[in-house]
């Protein structure tokens, strides 16, 4: 039989464009994370200049004393190989990250209604790929022309991909007595 089970999606937007990409991850940790990341980056054929991200605790941000995140090596390690500046937007202000909200919603009523039976989670992501590579190929709901033809406006500005994808791991130790 069938059993649930919590995935999450990976979601990034192009403002400009109105292109956005997604991704399904099995958990929400800093590995899943910097993965699909990293993915997006191939899939696209460069790495945004600037990315602001949203709820990202559980991921890439300990939280320390006040109001300023910490960023884990990992993340720092990501964001140094390949060269972009990262934003984070403010808890509670919708405000700072209207347009991915507004994608996140669109994703979500177009892709994920109703809930996917997910029997191999690979296929899935593929055909999400697919899906959100055609959605391109609307017009801007305010421009009049092709989002495909706004994303090569997005594209130029991107920055050239490192040589190597970065190895994403997470090194776990335990001493024995």
Sequence with gaps: GLSEKKYYELIMSFPHSNAQLCKVVPSENCVCFLTGLQEFFFLIGGVPNNIRFDNLSAAVIKMISGSEPSLTDMFKTFQWHYRFKAEFCNRGKGNEKGHVETKVGYVRRNYFSPLPIIKDLKELNNKLQESMLEDWERIHYEKGVLISEL???????????????LEIVRVHTRTIN
Excluded at 157 to 165: A, R
């Design 151 to 165: 994303w090569k406006e997005d594209a130029a500005h991107l920055l050239t991909l490192p040589t190597h994808p």
